[in-house]
């Protein structure tokens, strides 16, 4: 990886929430919701059922200093709110180019907490993309009216593989030009 692909993951200013990087007291509540299979089937990458060290592995992963993703967890104790309601990452795929990805917890779904997740963090541009790109399954078409919403173009159907459904998923694919 490339000293310009490292990033200062700063906090950053979302509408009731606050993007934050991942702390080792996340681990219980990361945990709780990714193991829930109505989260973990919306994903490519969480297994179900979750094995254990999945959680702590994860949040390693999201504090080394040299990655090629940069995760922060949705905090909404700025409003009194509750300490994580899910998870957004940028995935660097190029130089200027990232994909973004996101889950929220089931007690907040329909409430806008991924909408102003997803507007926050391409508004801050953190990684200074030209692009963003978003895959959602076909069968979560909310996580595609998140996208839609912040000014994600559709680019096209495809497929991948969701661990904790043994599957492959067909997909829709979105791209947010920034420059």
Known sequence: MNDD????QAVIKAENLELRPLRISDAGLIGLYSSDLRVASMTTSIPHPLPPGTTEAFIDRAMQPNRREVIWAMDATC???AELKGIISLKRLDEAQSEIGYWVA???????V????????VAANPLKDRSIFASV?????????VLTKNGFEYVGDA???????GAKVATWTYIKKLD
């Open 114 to 121: 991924a909408s102003a997740a997803v507007t926050a963090l």
């Open 5 to 8: 692909m490292l990033v200062d």
């Open 106 to 112: 089931p007690a907040w779904w329909n409430g806008n």
């Open 79 to 81: 409003v009194g709110g």
């Open 137 to 145: 399954f076909q069968d979560n078409p909310g996580a595609a009216r």
């Open 159 to 165: 497929e991948t593989f969701s661990v904790a459904r």
